[in-house]
């Protein structure tokens, strides 16, 4: 039963987290502050429209009274402003409301982590660790997600997409909108660097976490109870973690992309003590409780942050409409790579009899994925995303624009001439 439901389970919490991941661009594009920044753009296209109309007509007449409209003057730039920096404080403010969402939006899941893990404590300890209060707890934290996914959806707009095609079934037409997601790569290089980044480094980031959890259990003899502490820890902390770094962002107005770079510096400073101590060593290094509970608070105030801002990234990379495929890549290269650590980091402690030299794999990939989303220039692929999503919709309409001809051959039933436009 457990290997049928336990994959059954994380597929559909994926498939939840997925959905609600893609919830946050489209939350940001109908915030106020960006509505307003919107329409400021646009109100300076609008003049900058009228004003070559009004050049056009005074070259026309060659002449205008004073009283009118002078030659010369012009309704755009009053204030030395141009198009390309008001669409820059747009994307500003996209980003600021980004990542204050999505800052907001993790508090909220964290003070619900804690209060689970409590009541998970409190089962742990009644019945005395047993096996049974273990499997108690998790089916008590399916419940509670179940419930409270059931309490919001209706407050959720519908916001459908389009219909399911005629003829198409729902699970061919899903795998060939990620096929053609994938090929779509092509267009927009770098949101596809961002993945690639993303790959590596969500994969070094839960092996450092799980290579600190197996230490605890196996050379400093943990209990469950101080384990779900550990995690009630972190999840205590990283809630201050995720309104700290929030200010950190708005007082000295960080990029989300720094903040990135900011985070995971603070990871490879972690791995990198983890890996050198012990060659100096034999009493520290991960060897002591102490240093465990100070690796917690430091994971805890940086943990959130790092998969907050990697969201707003994604967010801000995908091109509209296209949400759900594209967070459904971000969450297949999380969870893709997820077996690489485990495997990596089983073979070093195999070959070396130690689990502590396995933090060099983490702090590989913390190195390379590090230069990989170092190259990632977001505004560029702001300007990828806008163009693929003019284009797919310049697609959209040609399609519809074709009247169906139904061809016959001899022998062969009709087939819509749109169809094989689309081939061609």
């Not at 770098?190 to 092996?207: E, M, R, V």
């Not at 400093?220 to 902390?237: D, P």
């Amino acid at each position: 039963m457990a290997l049928v439901l336990s994959p059954l389970g994380w597929a559909c919490y994926n498939a939840s987290s997925v959905f609600t991941n893609a919830f946050l661009p489209i939350y940001v594009r109908v915030h106020p502050k960006v509505l307003e920044a919107q329409d400021r753009v646009e109100a300076h296209l609008t003049l900058q429209e009228m004003d070559e109309k009004n050049k056009d007509s005074f070259h026309a007449n060659h002449r205008m009274s004073a009283n009118f409209y002078p030659c010369g003057t012009t309704l755009t730039n009053p204030t030395g402003t141009n198009y390309s920096v008001l669409v820059k404080e747009q994307r500003k403010v996209e980003e600021q409301v980004s990542n204050d969402l999505s800052a907001w939006c993790a508090g909220a899941g964290i003070v619900g982590t804690v209060i689970v893990q409590g009541f998970c404590i409190g089962i742990s300890v009644g019945m005395k660790e047993s096996l049974l209060s273990l499997q108690i707890a998790i089916a008590f934290t399916g419940v509670w997600w179940l419930a409270w996914t059931m309490a919001v959806l209706p407050w959720l707009n519908a916001r459908p997409g389009p219909p399911l095609p005629e003829g198409q079934n729902w699970i061919a037409y899903s795998w060939s909108k990620n096929f053609k997601t994938i090929k779509a790569m092509r267009q927009l290089s770098q949101i596809t660097k961002f993945i690639l980044a993303w790959f590596l480094l969500s994969d070094g980031i839960n092996t450092v976490t799980a290579l600190l959890y197996v230490i605890t259990y196996q050379e400093l003899k943990f209990t469950h109870t101080e384990s779900l502490m550990m995690t009630i820890a972190l999840s205590s902390v990283s809630f201050f973690g995720t309104y700290l770094f929030l200010i950190i962002r708005r007082f000295w107005k960080l990029s989300t992309k720094f903040m990135a770079m900011l985070t995971l510096g603070l990871y490879t400073a972690l791995t990198a003590y983890f890996i050198i101590m012990p060659y100096f060593s034999t009493v520290y290094g991960l060897r002591q409780d102490w240093e465990v509970w100070v690796s917690v608070v430091y994971l805890g105030l940086i943990i959130s942050t790092f998969f907050g801002v990697a969201k707003v990234m994604m967010a801000e990379l995908c091109p509209e409409g296209e949400e759900n495929e594209w967070f459904s890549l971000f969450q297949l290269a999380d969870k893709g790579s997820s077996w690489i650590g485990p495997f990596a980091t089983g073979a070093i402690q195999a070959v070396t009899g130690e689990f502590r030299p396995g933090f060099w794999f983490p702090f590989a990939l913390f190195v390379v994925g590090g230069a990989i989303l170092f190259t990632v220039d977001m505004n560029k692929g702001k300007d990828e995303a806008v163009r693929y999503t003019a284009d797919q919709e310049a697609k959209r309409r040609l399609l519809a624009s074709i009247p169906p001809i139904t061809i016959t051959t001899a022998g062969e039933g009709p087939f819509l001439a749109r169809s094989v436009f689309l081939d061609l």
